[in-house]
């Protein structure tokens, strides 16, 4: 028998991303519509599922590099009746992804770094760009599939080069500040013809 009547040999078309890859990744939330505003979510775009667990619908999509294009969907966990573990889940996820989004050592507890992982609503995380470490779980019916379980930041090796940044020796990327900081006003430019000891 030929390779055309035997197909026990041929490749399983798994069409998974292996996992530990790490790539840059956009999220963007399917709005699920239910706002509570006491705990910050609001703009609908939290889901509430039919266990009475809160989460972000989220789909990651892959921007660059061999997997492209690439959609990996996600829930992040705001909130379960069974407990905290799926909320702090989803937080630790959150911080990951501000970090990595906006160039912040997990260990850096400075005041900018602080701030820049504050945001002003759930709204903030929709378009972020991070780079991501792609997982592999199960979905409900038990077939594999991809997920993005945490965020990778400038502490690893890799992110400046995953990020497209420039790698220095000591490549420490600056913090970017949060959305709701005020930009500080820039000086007036020089009046042309005067002096620079006059401006």
Same mark, same amino acid.
């Given at each position: ?5 035997d ?9 998974l991303?292996p996992?530990?890859?790490l790539?840059?990744?956009?999220l ?6 239910? &706002? ?15 266990t009475?667990?809160v *989460?972000?619908?989220? !789909?990651?999509?892959?921007? !660059?590099?061999? *997997?492209a294009?690439?959609k ?7 909130y379960?009746?069974?407990?905290p573990d ?5 937080r ?13 050592s &997990? ?18 995380? &929709?378009?972020? !760009?991070f ?7 199960? &979905? ?6 991809? !997920? ?6 400038p502490?690893?090796?890799? *992110?400046?080069?995953n990020?497209?940044?420039?790698v220095?020796?000591g ?7 949060a ?21």
């Open positions: 028998m030929g390779s055309w009547n197909f026990n040999d041929a490749q399983s078309n798994t069409n991303i996992k530990g890859t790539a840059k990744v956009r963007t939330i399917r709005p699920g519509g239910f &706002d509570d505003p006491s705990q910050g979510w609001t703009g609908g775009y939290a889901t509430r599922g039919s009475g667990a *989460y972000l619908n989220g !789909e990651f999509t892959v921007t !660059e590099g061999q *997997y294009r690439r990996i969907f996600t829930l992040i966990g705001l379960s009746p069974k407990g799926w909320a702090n889940m989803g630790s996820m959150i911080r990951g992804m501000l970090n990595s989004a906006r160039g912040i &997990d260990k850096d507890q400075s005041p900018q770094a602080q701030s820049a992982r504050r945001i002003n609503g759930l709204g903030d995380l &929709d378009g972020i !760009e780079l991501a470490r792609i997982d592999v779980g199960t &979905d409900a019916t038990g077939d594999d599939k991809n !997920e993005i379980r945490s965020a990778v930041t502490d690893h090796r890799d *992110y400046a080069q990020m497209g940044l420039a220095q020796p490549y420490h990327p600056p913090a970017q500040p959305p709701q900081q005020s930009v500080q006003q820039q000086p007036a430019s020089p009046v042309p013809g005067r002096p620079s000891w006059a401006q």
